[in-house]
């Protein structure tokens, strides 16, 4: 009876101590556990990995390091899967912040092994900070070049047979935010929508992935682990290349935090009962 | 086009526009540009003053027309059929009009100026509420002046960094016109050294990386993970000295090739990014902002832990249900989770049964028309609040 | 013996202490010093975990004058710079660029933004709705196309058939446009829940009818599957914002294990 009643009574810096210490411990030394790959990621995965060399495809990145541990390894995924296929990319953001921070992110990935060694303005372009949604978007589904025709990219070879939206392959997005609104508002199904968005927004996106609207969506640290291991069934055999990183180190604490989470929720739950049924005996 | 026609089309050829006028390289105030700009704000002003004058009882209406015109801009954008060609031009049955409704992005750009000019105020009011409290010495002036001080570090490195980047963007603009005509001189060849020696610093630093991270995983022992340093440290060297007389051939030919183009390239944005302002920049954004951002975000999953422990109690059927479609989904987002019921083979019957296959089932069939209706009650719901605003009918905005 | 020779690059070992005085030429500080003072801020921040204190104040505020220092540089670099100084005044030719023609119209805007001002005057305060009302009437008037342009196809994806043309389960082999009763059962379900959920938000008015009562009843039911999922997610999200700052006070900062 009173274990019930000091439960309830406990005080809530000792919860935050153990979630510490099990991230804390889980970070340094994780626990591996095999992963199910979600159908929404493998979609995503294999419309990608059924583009050609030379195909070009429009990659908007919207986050930066304040959601760091679940898009950075979402984008990184990504970069190394197009910069595998050799297929060409133009980056734009709509945050301003943001396409600093995914340059840097693409620059790093393309010095792995196995990454082609990817160079500006032959392998990819930056198409930069656009400061209106709207308007960004309604320029890039209407006219493309026009679009981006002050950005000093229309001459390089990235967006040589470029004319128009539905001569890129697909439009893909690492968001934190709610960028793609627009696009589903635009899009005017001139080619493929695809998504990598934080877990918090996956439950207002799934809709337009049921719907079709989307070709595939990778959830959260989940979907960038997803990915990792689809990178890895592809590529693991070759020597040097990178495919596991911040989504499978990440899965090992989250699940002990969620684990802490589903146990503090059932004790609680416990310690109510147990101390409401001993003060109506008592 | 008649004398109005012109007055109205705003993308009229300069000359016979009267909206738009040329900027020349002379000093700005001797320009008709800068005059007719001073004007306008001038004009405009008077203007206001008169409106302030303005009895009680005609305010109201002032603000109801305001915003109604705004409004029915967007709504005349939207029901007036147009089209626009790929070339960009714009094709709608009133061609004067079709072009001010092309002009969207001058509504957009107008409400972020608006926006962005009441932001500056709302930190000017920011600084007049810590300053006092500075100055007069009240309680907490530590704590004020702090504030004050990281504000103004971050003005001071956000405004040079961007002046020095757009100085940055003008020398590669230089560069790429010489590039065209190949004409090379020392000025080129002292970025090309620089960028040479930018590009062999972040190979080296890569392979550093990748070493570090090969010892650290015990992939390396400590004498070789230091062999691979020494050898990053050599190929660094030699490399700055190959592209060193990349650029000496380059000098003496007196041609600028693409090769050493691409290195003065790199070598104007390391210049950039090396300078006094841009690492200030990056030290109060990236380090220090982002870093707070992050921390204290990250706050939030401590306090859903304890207000999960001490409040999410099962008493309702709504609470029950709650809880265990959080628990479903949480369980499909970790492979611990997913590793309860990976043996049933998916494809068959009991295969429907899996964690992922009942989550991606909740997500997609309960919860996706689910989220769908709230989206529908809020949409309607903004409507009705755009149809009373723009009817004057909020009584907040216009009272 | 390895574990104790990594352990050197680690806060416990010689190697980490060296690497405070590492530094390139050009920069200002060495890069461990940053991370150091990053997460000492990073600590300020969780400070507040055990309870409020002076530090975490010292934090805070230094927090609050980035932020509000970053808006009014973003507001001008962002926004002012190139939509309204470059496009009132225009841009001299240059060498590598065109001449950029100034719109002097623009300028009514300085004073328009300069009623907002007035909001800390008495008498005048009125004035001070006028920019606000600008913005609020374009608001509003963007309500109608994204009604029409954003929730109508939502609409049209809920209109699902449901009346099975296959027997049994669905199966990879399918001809198109057949309809598996397992298929149909969902839709049904998908159907339901939107109605009766829906149903549940027409609570501005008193719900006579008994079907409307019972349904909207069990449209909050279905409404907090939704809203549970939703916790979740929102969870996870946070569980790993916290993991990676964890990754940076643990790997990045004290190199306590390998790094990515």
Redesign the interface.
Known sequence: MKVWQALLNLDRRILYLILMLLVGWQIVAPIDADNVVSAKTQDLFASIDAMKEGDVVVVQSDWTNSTRGESRSQFQALMRHLMRKRVKIILTSIDPQAIEVARVNLEEVAKEPGNNNYELNRDYVIGGYFPDAYNYVFGMVNNIRKELAAKGVLGTPVMENINDLSDCKAVILVTASASINVWYQRMRSKTDLALFCTAVMSAENIPYYASGQLVGLAIGAKGAFDYETLLEEKYGSQDGMINIAAGKRYMGPLAFALMLLIVAVVFGNIAMVMVRKGGSSS | MNQFGKLLAQDAP?GT?F????????P?FSQP??W???G??VF??IL?FF??RVPSNF?KP??VT??????????A??LIPKH?L???EVVAPVPIIGNWLAG??A?????????????????I??FRVHFGRLLKAQKDWF??G??????????FF??AN?SSTKSRD?TL??L??AASDGSMNQRWADFARIGGEAQA???RQ?VE?DA??R????EL??SEYEARLAEARATYESEIQAANEQVDSALSSGQLDSGVAALARGGIRAQQS?S?VA??QR????????????????????F???A???A???RS???T???????????????????LT?GLESGT?PGNF?I?SIS??????????????????L?LG??A???R??MGLERG??E | MTVISQMDQSIFGRDWWQKFSEKEDWQIMPPLLVITIGALLTLGIYSLLYRENKFYRFVEHIFVGLAAGYAVVVAWTQILAERWWDAMLGKAPTEAMPMMLGRWAWAVLLPIGFLGLFVFSRKQAWLSRIPIGILLGLWAGQQFSAFQEEFLPQLAATTVPIIPNKLGLVASGDAPGSLAVSTAISNLVLVITFLVVLSYFLYSFEQKNKLVQKSAQYGRWLLMIGLGAIFGTTMMTRFVLFIDRAYYLLIEWLRLGPPL
């Open positions: 300069p526009n909206w738009a006028m040329e900027r020349t390289a002379d700005l540009i800068f007719w700009v001073v306008t704000i405009t002003s206001f409106l302030s305010r002032i603000i305001v915003v109604f015109l705004c409004g029915f801009y967007y709504i954008e939207w626009r790929p070339t960009g969207l992005p509504a957009s750009s107008t409400a972020q100026i608006i926006a962005s000019m009441l932001l500056v105020l709302g930190v009011s920011i704590f004020s702090i504030l004050l001080l990281s504000m103004f570090t971050m003005i956000g405004f961007f003008v603009a230089e790429n016109i610093l972040t190979n890569n990386q570090f991270r010892f650290r995983k015990g022992t400590k090396r006094f690492q200030g030290f109060v954004f990236t380090d220090m902002l982002q870093v707070l951002d992050a921390a204290t975000f990250s706050l939030i999953a401590f859903i832990l304890s999960a422990f001490r999410f109690r099962i059927i709504e609470a249900i709650l809880m265990f479609t959080a628990l479903i989904i949480l369980l499909s987002f970790v492979p611990l989770g997913l590793a990976s019957f899996r992922d991606d089932w909740i997500l997609a069939y309960l919860n996706t028309p689910a989220i769908r209706a709230i989206n529908l009650g949409a903004y409507l609040m755009g149809m605003i723009l905005v216009t």
